[in-house]
């Protein structure tokens, strides 16, 4: 098993343009997360995904969007990328139900906007 | 609302020395709490979580619903302990789905 894995692992952008980071899991797993990883300000939560067919806004979701493909696989689309998104993407999964379960990470995305 | 304070942005210690990452945290219901560590360059791995009630490479973490705390500690750093620690909170957001709030981290560095 892969776990969570994500594309890419590194990403420069020019401001305004646009780009989609990847993530799959092979875990069966109907929830789905996109972080985002900044110094000093820890992980915040830009979108998830309870299960196939639905998604809901995080703590900061603004100059995102999502789009869960199937069970599988969870994008995050930046439109028209700003130098305020340079960070460290991190998508998550778990599975459903209890509150205790785990959430299970990818290896992470450098982005940098210029 | 949820919230998760980590104090301490870095903290030092000296291998062989005692370790406590504190954690404190805000939530009207019962809370989930867990540890997750992030080791240089590599993905957030959960460490441990209260319920479980376990000892992973050292490190415990009692949950102290008065004092609304979930601090880590570990008897004897070591230098692999070096890595950031965060501390979550799961809380119920519908649909069978619960989130996690972090805390904003705490750099450990075990000086040898």
């Known amino acids: 098993n892969a776990g969570v894995t994500q594309t890419p692992k590194f990403q420069v952008l020019k401001t305004g343009q646009s780009m989609t980071l990847q993530c799959a899991q092979d875990?069966?797993?109907?929830?789905m997360y996109w972080y985002r990883q900044d110094p000093g300000m820890g992980l915040r939560l830009i979108y998830y995904?309870?299960?196939?067919?639905?998604?809901d806004k995080g703590e900061v979701p603004n100059g995102y969007n999502v789009s869960r493909l199937n069970k599988r696989e969870f994008s995050l689309r930046l439109e028209s990328a700003a130098p305020s998104q340079t960070s460290v993407y991190f998508c998550?999964?778990?599975?459903?139900?209890?509150?205790?379960?785990?959430?299970?990470f990818g290896p992470g995305t450098r982005l940098t906007v210029l | 609302a949820q919230r998760v304070t980590q104090p301490e942005k870095l903290l030092s210690v000296f291998k062989g020395a005692p370790v406590e990452l504190k954690c404190n945290y805000s939530?009207?219901?019962?809370?989930?709490l867990f540890w997750y560590v992030q080791y240089s360059r590599q993905r957030l791995q959960l460490l441990l979580r209260?319920?479980s009630r376990e000892s992973i490479k050292g490190f415990t973490a009692d949950l102290n619903k008065g004092e609304t705390s979930f601090h880590l500690k570990k008897p004897f750093a070591q230098e692999e302990d070096s890595a950031m620690y965060y501390c979550?909170?799961?809380?119920?957001?519908?649909?069978?789905?619960?989130?996690?709030?972090f805390g904003k981290g705490t750099k450990l560095s075990v000086i040898p």
């Open positions: 209260h319920i």
């Open positions: 875990m069966n797993h109907n929830s």
């Open positions: 998550a999964s778990s599975a459903e139900g209890q509150s205790y379960n785990e959430q299970f």
């Open positions: 979550a909170l799961s809380g119920y957001s519908g649909a069978g789905s619960y989130q996690l709030t």
């Open positions: 995904s309870a299960s196939e067919g639905t998604t």
């Open positions: 939530y009207s219901g019962s809370p989930e």
